[in-house]
């Protein structure tokens, strides 16, 4: 596809939706490409967040572009002190992570933004916390003076539309359950549907770096 038949789905997708294109961002996500693959199939065509899974290299991308920069995988406490760095953590996945980011918030004088990760394909080997276990966690994690919860995010399992679509439906519903506006879904398989079930970042990687 490429970044521009990229933004003409989203825009499509939002049409077919009744919503306005302005309410979705695309999060490119550069993992595992080179510096100047992104600023040739990316930054060209303007500034988009940057989603990296590794904390290591994000931290070695960042010394070489200027960008919003997203931490999109699974965050291992060790890896917390580097969270300032990050404008948004889209995979806080247990209450051990959210402490461990307090502390790091706390220490560098600032609120982390983070999204709450919800595992609600219920697979085993995925991050995140399970539905019935949203309450209690959102409850105990918006006490935390050093992180603003922004919204929630979650990776469906691999499967045709039946299968993912209510999987996107229903984080919205929770998201709109609990007050949160940010939707973290949609990826470069999905990310139409996720979008018309109220996706407001969709994490997009494999089809801006096609030919």
């Not at 997708?13 to 993992?31: E, H, I, S, W, Y």
């Not at 760095?85 to 220490?107: P, T, Y």
Request: overall charge neutral; glycine content about 8%.
């Amino acid at each position: 596809m490429g970044l521009p038949e990229v933004l003409e789905a989203m825009e499509a997708a939002c049409r077919r939706a009744g919503r306005d294109p302005k309410g979705v961002r695309l999060v490119a996500v550069t993992k595992g490409r080179s510096v100047e693959e992104i600023r040739e199939k990316v930054l060209r065509y303007g500034s988009f967040p940057l989603g990296e899974s590794r904390v290591q290299e994000a931290l070695k991308k960042m010394e070489c572009l200027e960008a919003e920069w997203h931490l999109i995988g699974p965050l291992q406490r060790n890896k917390a002190k580097f969270a300032p760095r990050f404008a948004l953590i889209h995979s806080l996945d247990s209450l051990r992570l959210a402490e461990a980011l307090d502390r790091v918030g706390e220490k560098a004088g600032m609120r982390l933004k983070v999204l709450v990760e919800v595992n609600l394909g219920r697979e085993p080997r995925k991050h995140g916390f399970l539905e019935e276990e949203l309450p209690e966690a959102l409850a105990r994690i918006r006490e935390m003076e050093h992180l603003s919860v922004l919204g929630l995010m979650t990776v469906p399992p691999i499967g045709p539309e039946a299968v993912v679509r209510p999987i996107f439906r229903r984080l919205s519903e929770l998201a709109d359950r609990y007050g949160l506006p940010e939707r973290s879904m949609g990826m470069s398989d999905d990310f139409p549907i996720a979008i018309e079930e109220g996706a407001t970042l969709v994490r997009v990687g494999r089809a801006l770096f096609v030919d």
